[in-house]
């Protein structure tokens, strides 16, 4: 099967592209080797929006995204992302908290973000649930927040609609060079697809996919857990994290709250099928207790683990590979491939077309490191 | 594999599109029905964007029926629908009694 | 972290099946059930359960519970109530919530034996207060002592709504109608025997075409089903009820097997999505066993000696018996287990036509589409004989694993033989005393005792009878046939209640000898 570009990973940011592509009416098949659409970080992510506490190479890339993207994505996708801009507050209680939060805070001012830090009183003015425990807090009043799962289906919805072609089961082996390009992509059922360009966009699974090629990509797969409570009558809607990153997230439009969590132990965990472990929401739950003491009532309804794909050095790669032309890379996001993901679909979608990318894309290379 | 992209038909309203099949999250059958319509033709992903089998009783009520209501949409057995995957807690537990966890490991 | 041998979820019958045999090998178990009683679904079982002696056949479900619970506790079993499983981790540690804290523990062995949940069917007002799953229903009687309802609909003409339709009218609901899509009636032709001679109107074939009322049930309109399960209009009838009780299938609660990592397999012959085990029980994880209906819907008789199983294999793993003892324990379990899955309700006929019984005796259409066996049909079976005086009328017509009627007779009248599902037959050479015992072990109700002609026009029927206000000698009262259509007057000459008819009294009624072989049941009413 042909298509001018073939898309590795059927995630957010292979559904984002898809999706950009097939607006512009290239043609595009999507291969996603599990059986459902969005399996990965996508849909296990806490739905931030944020450009605060973010690594300033970053920075333009979310920016972008909030303001030419989030705010008209449920319309441009005939589907409700969820989406609230109502700040981002990264809470803290020590003088350690304070320390990192304002390292974070310094930094993205320098970059040009509206974002500053807060005492305790004025967290509560903007949030009352909080309690005294928080007495620092770093406060960016253009992030938010959004809903993973529906804005994930949401572009592979509209892709599907304009016309991209989604094929899940599917799992890619292997990409073959074809008299010195990237052409064929096989897969485990040893169907072969063919196009000008292939994206490889499968989280951590990219680096045995690419070194077929002879590319590798420094990273390790991190488990991360997210957990879900009943719905409630709406409280807040901004966004939320720690200076200790136990938690964060944020409460949806359902009125359920959405958090995801660290357990603190053994991020590298036993590869295979991402498992729960006993003790991390327990552990969350503490963490969120002691900043949200009203939440303590509410009832947690479902727990589940995903990878996240972690880069060496925290930043995605989002890169042509010269050496071996055709082949686009898009992996490494960190965890933070979520709020970054419509520009990110914008961009390789430039890239497929070889089109002169909005932003600048230098500092996500393939062979930085 | 499942190709995304083969026929299987326009969405074509009915009566009963109306009826509420996932009570938790009350969505109806005419809702599943233009999901599948959509693309969502697993039962995680029609999870994912409708949120069925999301509530307080996790699907124990009504993952037979969006099986049923997406099969026939699909035109194959519901048996070749996979549910979607069991998550802890087993029953919806309050974050405070949760919380008082660990004092046995000591 | 504490550890036990064996951490079993689910007290019902096969979780205490599970606990006795692995305890009494000498293992430490821990048995967490989220109800404050335990016993699974047998503490609702006020009925007779089938089978034979081995599967504790004619005794009630509850009191089956209660010996399990018994023996359990004998053995040192701990059994924690109101106990929520909240999840089964890698290394088989679970976390449990008890009380208003969170446990964790660790089996060396680990028994899934969650049970099942009531299927729901959906239709306009399916959401109305009013409309609840059959054993909800039967829950609300049976533990609570209260009525669900006052005039009920049953849909599902399976052993489950067949039963609960009769604890219905036990409890004092009237039961308007039994309804199922199917053409033919799903449970046991005994059940269904019992229900109809109540006088509930069968409508195989029908469906609910919806529940009427704004906020809560108050009428229910059914409709025929065409081949393909469509309505087919016109042919609607409506009923005025506050309950809409729905006995649509059991769906295994799996979702603990599936959360701990178990491979899974939707067998529809199993009824869903379940784990698959082996022969001993035991899931794709070693060490992690599934039992009962959590691994595949059955009675709760087969639940428990899968239970014993599992129980017994897991004793083995851990090295507390012999391989040698495991298999000639486990061979002993299995062939009571083959014993229970034979004849034509066995798994693996389901959606099976039968026409003959095992004895070649054609299978009454009337029993399988309204629910009764016609005067003409009833005399083809063995169990049916005419004989001077008093005799056994056995109106066991389907071949079904229970055989309590032939040991129940101290003179031999009724015989069996050694293969439980083959149809009881009336021994012509024994002598019948009328003792009643074989009425009392019937766990289908199906036995009666006739006396055709007391020589002065009349004839005398022995039946069991369940039902309180328990008529006295000498009522006056109305008899009614196989369909539940009143056929002639009758009087009450004798009611026998003893020990050993556990709750089953025998009711003789005299009527005009003409009616002997029709009229099967007594109402008191003018």
């Given at each position: 099967?042909?298509a001018?570009?073939i898309?590795?990973?059927?995630?957010?940011?292979?559904?984002?592209?898809?999706y950009?592509?097939?607006?512009?009416?290239?043609?595009v098949?999507?291969?996603?080797?599990?059986?459902?659409?969005?399996?990965?970080?996508?849909?296990?992510?806490g739905?931030?929006?944020r450009?605060?506490?973010?690594d300033?190479?970053?920075?333009?890339?979310?920016?972008?995204?909030?303001k030419?993207?989030?705010?008209?994505?449920?319309?441009m996708?005939?589907?409700?992302v969820?989406?609230?801009?109502q700040?981002n507050?990264?809470?803290?209680?020590?003088?350690?908290?304070?320390?990192?939060?304002?390292?974070?805070?310094?930094?993205?001012?320098k970059?040009g973000?509206?974002?500053?830090?807060?005492?305790?009183?004025?967290?509560?003015?903007?949030?009352?649930?909080?309690?005294?425990?928080v007495?620092?807090?770093?406060?960016?009043?253009?992030d938010g927040?959004?809903?993973?799962?529906?804005a994930t289906?949401?572009?592979?919805?509209?892709?599907?609609?304009?016309?991209?072609?989604?094929?899940?089961?599917?799992?890619?082996t292997?990409?073959?060079?074809?008299?010195?390009?990237?052409?064929?992509?096989?897969?485990?059922?040893g169907?072969?697809?063919?196009?000008?360009?292939?994206i490889?966009?499968s989280?951590?699974?990219?680096?045995?996919?690419?070194?077929?090629?002879?590319?590798?990509?420094?990273m390790?797969?991190?488990?991360?857990?997210?957990l879900?409570?009943?719905?409630?009558?709406?409280?807040?809607w901004?966004?939320?994290?720690?200076?200790?990153?136990?938690?964060y997230?944020?409460?949806?439009?359902?009125?359920?709250?959405?958090?995801?969590?660290?357990?603190?132990?053994?991020?590298?965990?036993?590869?295979?099928?991402?498992?729960?472990?006993s003790?991390?929401?327990?552990?969350?739950?503490?963490?969120?207790?002691?900043y949200?003491?009203?939440l303590?009532?509410?009832k947690?309804?479902r727990?589940?683990?995903?990878?996240?794909?972690?880069?060496?050095?925290?930043?995605?790669?989002?890169?042509?590979?010269?050496?071996v032309?055709?082949?686009?890379?898009?992996?490494?996001?960190?965890?933070?491939?979520?709020?970054?993901?419509?520009?990110?679909?914008l961009?390789?979608?430039q890239?497929?077309?070889?089109?002169?990318?909005?932003?600048?894309?230098?500092?996500f290379?393939?062979?930085?490191? | 594999?499942?190709?995304?992209?083969?026929?299987?038909?326009?969405?074509?309203p009915a009566d009963?599109?109306?009826?509420?099949?996932?009570?938790?999250?009350?969505?109806?059958?005419?809702?599943?029905?233009?999901?599948?319509?959509?693309?969502?033709?697993?039962?995680?992903?029609?999870r994912?964007?409708?949120?069925?089998g999301?509530?307080?009783?996790?699907?124990?009520?009504?993952?037979?029926l969006?099986?049923?209501?997406?099969?026939?949409e699909?035109?194959?057995?519901?048996?070749?629908?996979?549910?979607?995957?069991?998550?802890?807690?087993?029953?919806p537990?309050?974050?405070?009694?949760?919380?008082?966890d660990?004092?046995?490991?000591? | 972290?504490?550890?036990?041998?064996?951490?079993?979820?689910?007290?019902?019958?096969?979780?205490?099946?599970?606990?006795?045999?692995?305890?009494?090998r000498?293992?430490?178990?821990?048995?967490?059930?989220?109800?404050?009683?335990?016993?699974?679904?047998l503490?609702?079982?006020i009925?007779?359960?089938?089978?034979?002696?081995e599967?504790?056949?004619?005794?009630?479900?509850f009191?089956?519970g209660?010996?399990?619970?018994?023996?359990?506790?004998?053995?040192g079993?701990?059994?924690?109530?109101?106990?929520?499983?909240?999840?089964?981790?890698?290394?088989?540690?679970?976390?449990?919530k008890?009380?208003?804290?969170?446990?964790?523990?660790k089996?060396?062995?680990?028994?899934?034996?969650?049970?099942?949940s009531?299927?729901?069917?959906?239709?306009?007002?399916?959401t109305?207060?009013?409309?609840?799953?059959?054993?909800?229903?039967?829950?609300?009687?049976?533990?609570?002592?209260?009525l669900?309802?006052?005039?009920?609909?049953m849909?599902?003409?399976?052993?489950v709504?067949?039963?609960?339709?009769?604890?219905?009218?036990?409890?004092?609901?009237?039961?308007?109608?039994?309804a199922d899509a199917?053409?033919?009636?799903?449970?046991?032709?005994?059940h269904?025997?019992?229900?109809?001679?109540?006088g509930?109107?069968?409508?195989?074939s029908?469906?609910?075409?919806?529940a009427?009322?704004?906020?809560?049930?108050t009428?229910?309109?059914?409709?025929?089903?065409?081949?393909?399960?469509?309505?087919?209009?016109?042919t609607?009838?409506h009923?005025?009820?506050?309950t809409?009780?729905?006995?649509?299938g059991?769906?295994?609660?799996?979702?603990?097997?599936?959360?701990?990592?178990?491979?899974?397999?939707?067998?529809?012959?199993k009824?869903d999505?379940?784990?698959?085990?082996?022969k001993?029980?035991?899931?794709s994880?070693s060490?992690?066993?599934?039992?009962?209906?959590?691994?595949?819907?059955?009675?709760?008789?087969?639940?428990?000696?899968?239970?014993r199983?599992?129980?017994?294999?897991?004793?083995?793993?851990?090295?507390?018996?012999?391989?040698?003892e495991?298999?000639?324990?486990?061979?002993?379990q299995?062939?009571?287990?083959?014993?229970l899955r034979?004849?034509?309700?066995?798994?693996?006929?389901r959606?099976?036509?039968?026409?003959?019984?095992?004895?070649?005796v054609?299978?009454?259409?009337?029993?399988?589409?309204?629910?009764?066996?016609?005067?003409?049909?009833?005399?083809r079976?063995p169990?049916?004989?005419?004989?001077?005086?008093?005799?056994?009328v056995?109106?066991?017509?389907?071949?079904?694993?229970?055989?309590?009627c032939?040991?129940?007779?101290?003179?031999?009248?009724?015989?069996?033989?050694?293969?439980?599902t083959?149809?009881?037959?009336?021994?012509?050479e024994?002598?019948?005393?009328g003792?009643?015992?074989?009425?009392?072990?019937?766990?289908?109700?199906?036995?009666?005792?006739?006396n055709?002609?007391?020589?002065?026009?009349?004839?005398?029927?022995?039946?069991p009878?369940?039902?309180?206000?328990?008529?006295?000698?000498?009522?006056?009262?109305?008899?009614?046939?196989?369909?539940?259509?009143?056929?002639?007057?009758?009087e009450?000459?004798?009611?026998r209640?003893?020990?050993?008819?556990?709750?089953?009294?025998?009711?003789?009624?005299?009527?005009?000898k003409e009616?002997?072989?029709?009229?099967r049941?007594?109402?008191?009413?003018?």
């Open positions: 099967m042909n001018e570009v898309i590795v990973g059927g995630g957010i940011i292979g559904c984002s592209t898809a950009n592509l097939a607006k512009n009416g290239v043609s098949i999507v291969l996603e080797g599990s059986e459902h659409i969005g399996n990965g970080g996508s849909t296990r992510n739905g931030g929006v450009q605060s506490g973010r300033p190479r970053e920075l333009p890339l979310v920016m972008y995204a909030i030419n993207i989030w705010k008209d994505l449920s319309d996708l005939d589907t409700d969820e989406y609230h801009q700040g507050l990264r809470l803290g209680s020590t003088d350690k908290h304070h320390q990192i939060l304002n390292g974070l805070t310094e930094r993205a001012i970059c973000l509206d974002v500053r830090m807060i005492d305790g009183y004025e967290a509560r003015q903007i949030n009352p649930y909080l309690s005294e425990e007495t620092c807090a770093s406060w960016c009043p253009t927040h959004a809903n993973p799962l529906t289906m949401g572009y592979y919805k509209m892709a599907r609609r304009l016309g991209a072609h989604f094929i899940s089961g599917e799992k890619v292997e990409i073959r060079k074809i008299k010195g390009k990237a052409r064929q992509v096989i897969t485990e059922s169907n072969i697809y063919e196009g000008d360009k292939i490889v966009a989280g951590y699974e990219s680096r045995f996919i690419v070194s077929t090629v002879g590319i590798d990509v420094p390790q797969p991190v488990l991360l857990e997210t879900v409570t009943e719905a409630v009558a709406p409280m807040f901004q966004m939320l994290g720690t200076a200790d990153a136990d938690f997230g944020h409460q949806s439009n359902h009125g359920s709250f959405v958090f995801g969590l660290n357990s603190g132990y053994e991020p590298y965990a036993r590869p295979g099928k991402p498992v729960s472990s003790i991390a929401v327990s552990a969350a739950c503490r963490g969120i207790m002691k949200f003491p009203s303590s009532d509410i947690v309804v727990s589940w683990a995903g990878w996240m794909d972690s880069c060496a050095d925290h930043i995605p790669v989002i890169s042509p590979v010269e050496e032309p055709g082949l686009i890379l898009a992996c490494g996001f960190s965890g933070h491939g979520f709020g970054i993901a419509p520009a990110v679909g961009l390789l979608s890239l497929a077309t070889e089109q002169k990318t909005t932003l600048d894309l230098s500092e290379r393939y062979n930085r490191f | 594999m499942n190709d995304r992209n083969r026929n299987i038909g326009e969405y074509i009963d599109d109306n009826i509420i099949v996932c009570r938790c999250e009350e969505i109806t059958k005419g809702e599943i029905r233009r999901a599948v319509h959509d693309g969502m033709f697993t039962l995680t992903e029609i994912r964007y409708l949120r069925t999301m509530g307080l009783c996790q699907g124990q009520t009504c993952t037979k969006v099986k049923s209501i997406v099969a026939k699909l035109g194959i057995r519901p048996s070749d629908l996979e549910p979607a995957t069991g998550r802890a807690p087993m029953r537990i309050e974050m405070y009694i949760l919380a008082q660990g004092e046995d490991m000591k | 972290m504490k550890r036990y041998d064996m951490i079993i979820v689910g007290a019902g019958p096969a979780g205490l099946s599970a606990a006795i045999e692995s305890a009494k000498g293992m430490h178990v821990i048995v967490y059930d989220e109800n404050a009683k335990p016993g699974g679904q503490f609702k079982q009925h007779k359960f089938f089978g034979s002696k599967h504790k056949a004619k005794i009630r479900g009191r089956i209660d010996e399990l619970l018994a023996e359990a506790s004998a053995l079993v701990e059994v924690v109530l109101n106990a929520i499983v909240i999840g089964l981790f890698s290394e088989k540690e679970v976390t449990v008890i009380d208003e804290h969170v446990e964790h523990v089996g060396d062995t680990v028994l899934i034996a969650t049970g099942a009531e299927n729901m069917v959906t239709f306009p007002g399916w109305l207060p009013g409309v609840i799953g059959a054993g909800a229903a039967q829950t609300m009687m049976n533990l609570h002592g209260t669900p309802g006052k005039r009920v609909l849909l599902g003409s399976g052993n709504g067949l039963v609960v339709s009769f604890q219905l009218m036990q409890a004092g609901c009237e039961v308007v109608a039994l199917a053409p033919r009636i799903g449970g046991y032709g005994v269904a025997s019992k229900v109809s001679r109540c509930v109107p069968f409508y195989l029908h469906t609910i075409v919806s009427d009322g704004d906020d809560h049930v009428g229910v309109t059914i409709a025929e089903v065409d081949k393909n399960w469509q309505i087919i209009k016109g609607e009838k009923f005025d009820v506050d809409i009780c729905l006995a649509v059991l769906s295994p609660m799996s979702k603990l097997c599936d959360m701990a990592g178990c491979q899974m397999e939707d067998n529809p012959s009824a999505f379940v784990p698959t085990v082996n001993y029980g035991e899931t994880i060490g992690i066993y599934a039992a009962g209906d959590v691994s595949g819907i059955e009675e709760a008789s087969s639940a428990m000696i899968e239970g199983i599992a129980g017994i294999a897991a004793a083995a793993k851990l090295g507390f018996i012999t391989e040698e495991c298999n000639i324990e486990i061979e002993k299995e062939s009571a287990l083959e014993g034979q004849g034509m309700f066995a798994p693996g006929m959606g099976k036509i039968i026409t003959e019984t095992d004895e070649g054609e299978v009454s259409q009337n029993l399988l589409k309204k629910g009764f066996v016609t005067e003409e049909e009833i005399e079976f169990g049916v004989t005419h004989s001077e005086g008093i005799h056994p056995i109106e066991c017509t389907q071949n079904i694993p229970c055989n309590p032939q040991d129940a007779c101290s003179k031999h009248c009724i015989k069996i033989g050694s293969n439980i083959a149809l009881p037959a009336v021994n012509p024994a002598k019948c005393t003792c009643g015992m074989c009425v009392a072990s019937c766990s289908g109700q199906a036995i009666f005792l006739v055709e002609d007391c020589g002065d026009g009349t004839a005398e029927i022995t039946l009878y369940e039902f309180l206000a328990l008529p006295q000698k000498g009522d006056k009262g109305i008899a009614l046939n196989r369909n539940g259509q009143k056929i002639c007057e009758a009450v000459v004798n009611v209640t003893a020990k050993a008819f556990d709750h089953t009294n025998l009711l003789t009624m005299k009527v005009p009616f002997a072989l029709n009229a049941f007594f109402k008191k009413e003018a």
